[in-house]
């Protein structure tokens, strides 16, 4: 963290999953690899790099806004959804590592609850949004469809 503060972020059961699924298909000694063998994902802003380039072509059309997304557009929709699933300001945020509002000041020297539970089933809420998204079960979102592996993107 940026702030020198640690940061006990939940993982949602889809996170684990996934990650799961992506040591299985790695064999790699690590689960993000960097870009020099042997090295772990280190280099954040060429990975952002490498992953815009591949998603370029998937956008190249005239109702996709053309600017290039940040870190924080993710966070941002996060947080949006979040809000959406009637997740608490309180927990949303601190789901983002931010200290909230209400804990503030003299609230947040006297409140020392972790909210572990809560960011929680923030991280599930989140996951279930993001499931439905891809599956195309959000309603006003087309589905995302596999590739076979091992096709150009």
Same mark, same amino acid.
């Given at each position: 963290m940026?702030?020198g ?6 993982l949602?059961?889809l996170a684990r %999953? %996934?990650l ?8 790699a000694?690590?689960?993000? $690899?960097g870009?020099t063998a042997? &090295?772990?994902?280190?280099e954040?802003f060429?990975?952002r790099?490498?992953?815009?380039a591949?998603?370029a ?5 005239e109702?996709?806004? $053309?600017? $290039?997304?940040?870190w ?10 979040l #809000? +959406? ?11 983002? #590592? ?8 003299s #609230?947040?020297t006297?409140?020392r609850?972790d909210y ?5 089933? +923030?991280? %599930? #809420?989140? +996951?279930?949004r993001l &499931?439905a998204i ?6 006003n979102?087309?589905?995302?469809y ?5 096709s150009?993107?």
């Amino acid at each position: 963290m940026k702030s020198g503060a640690a940061h006990r972020a939940a993982l949602s059961s889809l996170a684990r %999953e %996934e990650l799961a699924r992506l040591a299985e298909t790695r064999d790699a000694e690590f689960l993000f $690899p960097g870009r020099t063998a042997g &090295r772990s994902l280190r280099e954040v802003f060429y990975f952002r790099k490498r992953l815009h380039a591949r998603m370029a072509p998937l956008l190249a059309n005239e109702a996709t806004d $053309p600017r $290039p997304w940040t870190w924080h557009d993710l966070r941002r929709t996060a947080r949006s959804i979040l #809000a +959406a699933e009637g997740v608490s300001d309180t927990v949303a945020e601190l789901s983002l #590592a931010h200290v909230p509002a209400a804990l503030r000041g003299s #609230a947040g020297t006297y409140n020392r609850h972790d909210y572990a539970t809560e960011k929680q089933a +923030a991280a %599930e #809420a989140l +996951a279930h949004r993001l &499931r439905a998204i891809v599956t195309g079960d959000a309603g006003n979102v087309l589905p995302f469809y596999q590739r076979e592996r091992g096709s150009a993107p």
